[in-house]
């Protein structure tokens, strides 16, 4: 599965950005997904995941009540809103599939896709 992620600027702090990744190849339904993020001289970072259906996920403790994660698997796309956006936000944010179809917390994925970059301004 090739996946696209798309969706990322510069923005002010306060302000809202929706991220889409688009799946091509397969079915987006057959994996679990998520969101990271890596900022220079950092490690990436989990942000979120959700499961196959939709019906469970999973944030990071720095993005809770924040953002939100979905997914849409007849147009093969998941989304991550971010709301309330900081300047610590700032990242190039990627998009992952697991062939778990719940990943939960989980770091290690199966494929992922080139990111996005989010500039968060103060």
């Known amino acids: 599965v090739q996946l696209q992620a798309s969706g990322g600027g510069l923005v002010q702090a306060g302000d809202s950005l929706r991220l889409s990744c688009v799946a091509s190849g397969r079915t987006l339904s057959n994996y679990g997904m998520g969101w990271f993020r890596q900022t220079p001289g950092k490690e990436r970072e989990f942000v979120a995941a959700?499961?196959?259906?939709?019906?469970?996920?999973i944030y990071a403790d720095s993005v809770k009540d924040r953002f939100t994660i979905s997914r849409d698997n007849t147009k093969n796309t998941v989304y991550l809103q971010m709301n309330s956006l900081k300047p610590e936000d700032t990242g190039v944010y990627f998009c992952?599939?697991?062939?778990?179809?719940?990943?939960?917390?989980?770091?290690?994925?199966?494929?992922w896709g080139r990111g996005t970059l989010v500039t968060v301004s103060s």
């Open positions: 992952a599939a697991s062939n778990q179809l719940w990943p939960g917390g989980q770091t290690k994925y199966d494929y």
């Open positions: 959700i499961s196959w259906g939709g019906r469970s996920a």
